[in-house]
């Protein structure tokens, strides 16, 4: 865990990168209950049987539920302490490059790629990749902007 003891050392780590979070085995259940939440009950998420026959031989994680899952597969990479609280902006470029297919195990890997002093503290950007064991390309790459605020 890298730890940060104020906006000002978070802006002076653009570049580092934060390292990898945990394996978590992205399950049939998760997919299921992530499809109960949001309706989106497509067969290629949730019909086992009918997703064996299907382009990826099995069912497949949501793309959204994939970038649901960064803020739990980063939470111990990085903590900035003399902060009040910490804001979700927004997000910039997202991309899902590859699939995660039920049962897949996939981490996060993290790095700071922008972080400037505002007002009430800092705004960072910082970049995630969620890679799924065993495969080339990740799942999902996102810009994650978060405000600090002091």
Known sequence: MHVFTGVDEVVAAVGTHLGHGDWMTVT????DLFADATGDHQWIHVDPERAADGPYGGTIAHGYLTLSLIPALGADLMRVEGVSMTINYGLEKVRFPSPVRSGSR????????????????????????????????????ADSVRVLVA
Not at 116 to 131: I, N, Y
Request: hydrophobic share 40%.
């Open 28 to 31: 049939q259940d998760r997919i």
């Open 106 to 141: 996939v981490r996060v890997a993290a790095e700071i790629v922008d972080a400037v002093r505002t007002d009430t503290g800092a705004r960072t950007t910082t970049r995630f990749t969620v890679e799924i064991d065993g495969a080339t390309k990740p799942a999902c790459v």
